[in-house]
């Protein structure tokens, strides 16, 4: 199994319509989730941390499950702006455990 | 808003030839991160930075590669005898706290080896 595994897509995406993506990972250790953002030939940005609780920004809510190792992405009220790959990012129990990656899901908005 | 910053850009070289990639990473920020990004792949870890020393590499971040902070604002990873594999973008990437604090990342130097 990947240590982090993504739906690749693309999703392709109605603006305005509501758009969700899971994330599965291996590492039942694992402590610190994340989504990231990378436009097309940009750096990656952070979107959002994922927290146990779950945590909402705005149009965006992440959740974990830990029963299941998955986190997923919610976005509502998508925009074309949204268009992007969104990574999966997830460390280990240490501080210094490396970050692994996900290969990213891509997200088409359609006008 | 403080940034990562790298360069060059853009670096193209010969196989065989040493390239220097370098990074200033966000100025009261602790740790440092190189990654590489193949095109059309994932992100990969490559290695970690605190306090003057490595403290995470992966299996990729073998002998060839290096990283150093050769002063208070600079931190560099060389690559000592290129390959056509070891073409890339390379980002460089800071973060106040490890592990579970957000980590902020630079443009990328996109490397050709030809």
């Known amino acids: ?111 | 808003e403080p940034e990562v910053t790298q360069t060059p850009s853009h670096q193209v070289t010969q196989m065989g030839q040493e390239v220097i990639l370098r990074c200033v990473p966000i100025s009261n920020h602790l740790y440092f991160y190189w990654y590489r990004q193949i095109l059309g792949q994932k992100v990969e870890f490559l290695v970690s930075f605190y306090n003057n020393e490595i403290s995470e590499k992966s299996e990729i971040f073998d002998d060839q590669f290096s990283v150093e902070r050769p002063d208070g604002s600079n931190f560099t990873l060389k690559i000592r005898s290129t390959k056509l594999e070891d073409s890339a973008m390379y980002f460089c990437a800071s973060s106040e706290v490890a592990g579970v604090g957000e980590q902020f990342f630079g443009p990328g130097t996109r490397l050709t080896v030809l």
């Open chain 1, 1 to 111: 199994r990947k240590e982090v595994e993504q739906d690749p897509g693309p999703f392709n995406v109605p603006e305005g319509a509501t758009v969700a993506f899971n994330c599965t990972y291996s590492n039942s250790a694992s402590q610190s989730f994340f989504w990231y953002r990378q436009d097309c030939r940009k750096e990656p940005k952070l979107l959002m941390s994922v927290y146990s609780s779950g945590n909402e920004d705005g149009r965006f809510t992440a959740q974990l499950n830990r029963a299941s190792q998955y986190i997923s992405l919610l976005i509502r009220d998508s925009k074309l702006s949204d268009s992007a790959t969104y990574l999966c990012v997830v460390n280990g129990m240490n501080r210094d455990d490396k970050i692994i990656f996900g290969k990213g899901t891509r997200l088409h908005i359609l006008p």
